[in-house]
């Protein structure tokens, strides 16, 4: 998912769905969806700069409780972490 366009982040608090929308190479419109979420953390520091380009997804990682997490770093040094039951990953094209 590197270089992907990272368009917007939503989350649904009481179905607890975390929904990103993102922008592949192609210029596509994608989704990555998070369901039974526990935990969100959305940073933006910009430590790096500004940027809406994701440089990297790490996961998802099965945890000790259950949960998977997912991790989203952002071409401006922010990393967003996601910990939810299950994820639904678009393809990864490009």
Not at 25 to 52: C, I, Q, Y
Not at 60 to 70: I, N, R, V
Request: charged share 20%; net charge negative.
């Amino acid at each position: 998912m590197h270089d992907w366009t990272l368009v917007s982040l939503a989350f649904d608090w009481k179905d607890a769905c975390v929904t990103l929308t993102l922008l592949n190479p192609n210029s596509e419109t994608v989704s990555l969806k998070a369901e039974n979420v526990v935990r969100l953390f959305v940073p933006k520091r910009n430590d790096w700069g500004r940027s809406v380009s994701v440089n990297g997804v790490m996961g998802p990682t099965q945890q000790a409780d259950g949960t998977e997490t997912l991790q989203i770093e952002m071409q401006s040094g922010d990393i967003i972490e996601i910990a939810a039951g299950s994820f639904v990953l678009p393809l990864r094209t490009g």
